[in-house]
């Protein structure tokens, strides 16, 4: 049996209707943008697999810092203990994020990051003896796959199955150009009519909505809202983080500030699973008190694991690398190049960039079904051609590894374009 038989037998795949699915493809070795199957067929990893890799698979730098991690210290337990790996995380990060972040609380996955945000929303106001149970949430948002950051997705046949068992959310839409004033006014009426905790949401790019991007000045007003009713705002930056969008962190973009930052995705280079959660000292101070019940009950075990604390600060010394800097712009540049020639193609309705995201909608009759068969036609057509592009509807997106070369972007861009003429 070869190994997408013997997977066949017993394992059961994310987002997968098995029934109808292609079976998977056996990879067997990655390095830098490539990747290559068990029939030594290649492919381009254009979403650096899920969004988590900007430095290439397999990459030395990485692997070596995991491998001295494991060699000196491979996990201890974090309750009562901690580590020199992960005080280093927290003492480099707050370099980087924004000056009001000042507390860092570890998990393991984007999800559990948004988990707990919003368990330290709905209970920094517990603790201090008012009752405020809702959380505000984009439309077609997505937070994650736990209960919590479930509640406040809102990409319905993700959740369908689940409704009436969620915390209570009220969606808002998204301030893309021309509904800003719709987006700030349906905020305002939130915050009016409920008991409003918190507002989540993902800055300037919805990634699972298709990359659909807003200006950061449209933030800036939802933030500040925001503020003025006290309601503590979350930045999931889990998709946006360590430089996507060209920055360190998309709220580098705002002026106002978010009261908590949830990280994950490419916070260990794509190698090991970790995430962080940071709060204002404001909301740790809602936590501290000689009462053990107003602590935050929350933990994972493998919480701060020190290898992934090791593949996280050799992610952030490779990030802040003139030369990782430099392919950021280079893939920046190179998109918007792409779209100039791509823009006034007869198939294609709209195009968009920020830092390595590009993104462009096939012009359909009607709304395309986010798994639908155009979707489905085109996402076989890339991978006969080994390229990994999982459109989303009529949305073809590309995140590629920063250190993707020019050659194979132009792969990619050209893969689209014949993509474009078999749809
Ligand atoms: C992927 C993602 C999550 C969930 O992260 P997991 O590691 O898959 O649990 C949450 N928020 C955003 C914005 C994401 O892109």
């Known amino acids: 049996m070869n190994l997408t038989e013997r997977d066949r037998q017993y394992l059961w795949h994310p987002y997968t209707q098995h029934k109808t699915a292609a079976p998977p493809i056996a990879i067997v070795k990655g390095e830098g943008a490539m990747l290559w199957d068990d029939t030594n067929k290649e492919y381009i990893d254009a979403i650096a697999s899920w969004w988590v890799n900007p430095f290439g698979h397999s990459n030395r730098f990485i692997a070596d810092a995991i491998y001295k991690q494991l060699t000196t210290l491979e996990h201890v337990l974090f309750g009562g203990f901690t580590h020199e790996p992960a005080v280093l995380v927290a003492e480099k990060l707050m370099e980087l994020l924004p000056n009001n972040q000042k507390k860092l609380f570890f998990s393991d996955n984007g999800s559990t990051a948004v988990e707990v945000a919003i368990k330290v929303a709905l209970q920094y106001f517990f603790n201090k003896g008012e009752k405020r149970t809702t959380i505000i949430a984009f439309e077609n948002a997505f937070h994650g796959d736990t209960f919590a950051a479930m509640a406040a997705s809102g990409i319905s046949f993700y959740t369908q199955a689940f409704e009436g068992m969620f915390i209570d959310v009220v969606r808002i839409p998204v301030p893309v150009r021309g509904k ?25 790019v919805q990634g699972a909505a298709g990359m659909v991007m807003y200006e950061a000045e449209a933030l800036d007003e939802l933030l500040l809202i925001c503020a003025k009713n006290q309601v503590l705002t979350i930045a999931d930056e889990v998709m ?84 990782m800097q430099a392919n950021i712009a280079r893939v920046h540049e190179s998109h918007l190049a792409f779209e100039k020639r791509i823009r006034t193609h007869t198939k294609v309705s709209t195009t968009r960039v920020l830092g390595v995201i590009f993104a462009l909608e096939i012009k359909t009759e009607g709304q395309a079904a986010y798994y639908g068969s155009l979707r489905n036609q085109l996402y076989d057509f890339f991978i006969e051609n080994g390229i990994i592009l999982r459109p989303v509807g009529n949305i073809v997106y590309i995140l590629p590894p920063y250190i993707i070369s020019n050659a194979q972007l132009e792969k990619v861009y050209q893969t689209i374009e014949k993509a474009l003429e078999i749809v």
């Not at 987006?183 to 009426?189: E, I, K, N, Q, V």
């Not at 009016?192 to 949401?201: L, M, N």
């Not at 490419?266 to 995430?275: Q, R, S, Y």
């Open 180 to 204: 800003e004033e719709e987006s700030f006014a349906a905020l305002r009426a939130a915050i009016i009519s409920h008991k409003v905790a918190g507002f989540i949401f993902e800055p300037l």
């Open 240 to 323: 946006t983080g360590f430089g996507k969008t060209g920055k360190t962190f998309a709220c580098d973009y705002i002026q106002e500030k978010p009261d908590m930052m949830c990280l994950s995705k490419a916070l260990t280079g794509g190698t090991i699973p970790m995430a962080i959660t940071t709060f204002t000292q404001e909301l740790f101070d809602g936590f501290y008190s000689d009462d053990i019940n107003k602590a935050l009950f929350h933990g994972h075990t493998f919480t701060a694991n020190p290898t992934g604390c090791a593949a996280a600060l050799a992610s952030f010394e490779l990030l802040q690398t003139e030369a």
